[in-house]
Structure formats: structure tokens, C-alpha cells
């Protein structure tokens, strides 16, 4: 069976960090790019970040020198590790897998959900003001 994990969300203070993880199972890992994306109460889900089998990582303009994608091909593991956490973070992350994810083409389709085959089931961040 295809899964994906997701853990580390929970209740922080504005300016705190966390560090969420993905862990992934039942398929091969190492083809594929794993991405972050978000969904808070009411709004659509949205792209935060991914890292590609090239070990290229991408971000959404929103969490540039915040966030930091990493990933442990041998662990079978991305983190996103979150930092200077403001309220409008909060939401439920989800990782996200996609076959592939090869050179700058990659570039302008990583932050579509549409792109995605396997999905977690998400944790929650929330950061109080």
C-alpha cells in the first residue's frame, strides 16, 4: 500500500518553529518528488514547498527564508522544517507525492495539487497571535 505520514504539527506561539515530517511507504521512494502543501478553514489547498528527486527544492514566495525542505532517501523521509511561525500559517499541512519531478520544466508545475498521486492525511499547525 501506497502512505504517507505526516507528524510534528501542533500549537506554537507567533514567531515559533516546528519541524514536520513525511514518511513514505510502499513505493519507491527515491522516483519520486515529495511536496508540502496547505489547507486552512475555508480556503483552498495551497502549495508550500517541495523537494525533487534531484534533490532540488522549491518554495512558495510566502515562506522563502522560513521554511527549509530536506530528504532522507534512505529513511524514506522529507521535513519541513518551519520557522518565525506567523498566525497565517495556520492551517492542516499535507505531503504529497508525484512520479518524477526532473529539470527546470519542473519549475512551473510543482505547485499544482492536480500534480500529486499519493497524499498523507495531514497534521495540523496552529500558531497563536
Known amino acids: 500500500e501506497e502512505k504517507l505520514v505526516e507528524s510534528g504539527g501542533g500549537l506554537v506561539q507567533a514567531g515559533g518553529s516546528l519541524t514536520l515530517a513525511c514518511t513514505a511507504s510502499?513505493?519507491?521512494?527515491?522516483?519520486?518528488?515529495i511536496g508540502w502543501f496547505r489547507q486552512a478553514p475555508g480556503k483552498e489547498r495551497e502549495a508550500v514547498s517541495c523537494?525533487?528527486?534531484?534533490?532540488?527544492?522549491y518554495y512558495v514566495d510566502s515562506v522563502k527564508g522560513r521554511f527549509s525542505i530536506s530528504r532522507d532517501n534512505a529513511k524514506k523521509m522529507v521535513h519541513l522544517q518551519v520557522n518565525n511561525l506567523q498566525p497565517e500559517d495556520t492551517a492542516v499541512y499535507y505531503c504529497?507525492?508525484?512520479?518524477?519531478?526532473?529539470?527546470?520544466?519542473?519549475?512551473?508545475?510543482?505547485?499544482?495539487?492536480?500534480?500529486?498521486?499519493?497524499w498523507g492525511q495531514g497534521t495540523q499547525v496552529t500558531v497563536s497571535s
Open positions: 504529497a507525492a508525484d512520479w518524477g519531478g526532473f529539470g527546470a520544466p519542473y519549475a512551473s508545475i510543482w505547485s499544482h495539487v492536480d500534480e500529486y498521486d499519493i
Open positions: 523537494i525533487t528527486v534531484e534533490n532540488r527544492p
Open positions: 510502499g513505493f519507491p521512494f527515491d522516483d519520486y518528488t
